[in-house]
């Protein structure tokens, strides 16, 4: 279940695991229609397959919008997002929201209950006051008085009512580890909807293909995560999720620490056991929260908990190097 490619590798550079997904292009073309946008801060990238040209265009326009749709709700940047009003007013009392937004907050907090809180949205509560760009972090002195602001538990949901409350000052929120992987999932089922048989949609690291390519299945390489252009290992994928986090994404080096966008919702500091993760599944939801969780998680807690969940497969690239596949992913190991 484990190798290290460092040594066999014979490079001791930094490896940083995004995920390309390379895909086989012999064959002939005709009938793919691509598209690629920036929307939700990430770069998003369709490929539809259809006899019909002008439904397969139109599907493309439909991901595109529900994307925009998803970041207009969602987005911590924009003031006028719904995230943005909860996170001004959810601290008052009970802050009416759309239900599509009260049920992936839901969700998020079952993630939470599943991951013993490795993955907690109010990892914004401090997250807010890094800046990757700029280099910024909080001392440490700011991260003790606002880590007991970091509990998912502060967040309390009224789906009947559709209501989001906070129970404690100093609490935010950001879906910013679910909300592309949910945005990627409802594109998918408006694909189907539409009629599209064959499809890849991606955003940033969260990834979804329907039905296969050509007669073959996807190749999803997972890239060697301080090397972009070297492959750690290709996995064929057929109508399967695949996330990808990595501390690659936005980070900033200080006295040789990395500091990423992905937080220990216990020390309000990067998680530094993992270099990246990807996870397999039948919901883009899922991959794009448990990605992100098994990153905080660490090899051993984090491949105990996909070998508990019979649908999901994870790599985990360590902090060392080493790679790590659940028992599932076995046979692929290179
Ligand atoms: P991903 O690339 O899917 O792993 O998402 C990384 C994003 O997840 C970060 O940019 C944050 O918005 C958010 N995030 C960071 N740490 C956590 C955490 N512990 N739990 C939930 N979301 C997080
Ligand atoms: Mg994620």
Redesign the pocket.
């Known amino acids: 279940m484990y190798c290290n490619f460092m040594s066999r590798s014979g490079t001791s550079s930094v490896l940083a695991a995004v995920l390309l997904l390379a895909a086989a292009t012999a064959g002939a073309d005709s009938g793919w229609y691509r598209q690629d946008a920036a929307i939700m801060g990430t770069a998003i990238h369709v490929e539809v397959y259809h006899e019909d040209a002008a439904l397969a265009q139109r599907a493309i326009a439909v991901v595109l919008d529900e994307m925009h749709h998803i970041d207009r709700v969602m987005s911590p940047f924009r003031p006028d997002s719904e995230l943005s009003r909860v996170n001004r007013e959810a601290t008052l009392g009970p802050v009416p929201v759309s239900p599509e937004l009260a049920r992936l907050i839901e969700r998020a907090l079952q993630v939470s209950e599943l991951t013993a809180g490795?993955?907690?949205?109010t990892?914004a509560s401090i997250?807010y006051l890094y800046d990757y760009r700029d280099g910024k972090r909080p001392d440490a002195q700011t991260v003790q008085q606002a880590l007991p602001a970091i509990d998912f538990r502060h967040v309390h949901v009224d789906q009947a009512a559709a209501t989001v409350a906070f129970a404690s000052r100093g609490v935010r929120i950001?879906l910013?580890?679910i909300a592309?992987g949910y945005a990627v999932e409802q594109s998918a089922l408006l694909l189907r909807g539409m009629g599209i048989r064959h499809a890849m949609i991606s955003a940033?690291?969260?990834t979804r293909v329907i039905g296969d390519r050509h007669g073959r299945p996807w190749l999803v390489g997972i890239r060697h995560p301080r090397d972009e252009h070297g492959i750690l290992t290709r996995l064929p994928v057929q109508d399967e999720a695949v996330?990808t986090?990595g501390d690659y994404?936005?980070f900033f080096d200080e006295d040789g620490v990395r500091y990423h966008?992905?937080?220990?919702?216990a020390t309000g500091d990067s998680a530094r056991s993992a270099l990246s993760v990807t996870i397999l599944g039948p919901d883009t939801t899922m991959t794009?929260a448990l990605?992100?969780s098994l990153?905080?998680l660490g090899p051993e807690r984090g491949i105990a908990l996909i070998d508990r969940l019979p649908e999901y497969e994870a790599v985990m690239v360590d902090a060392r190097g080493g790679l790590h596949y659940s028992s599932g992913l076995a046979p692929h190991q290179p």
């Open positions: 490795a993955f907690d949205i990892f997250g950001d910013g580890g592309k940033g690291g969260d996330s986090s994404e936005r966008h992905i937080i220990d919702p794009d990605s992100t990153f905080v």
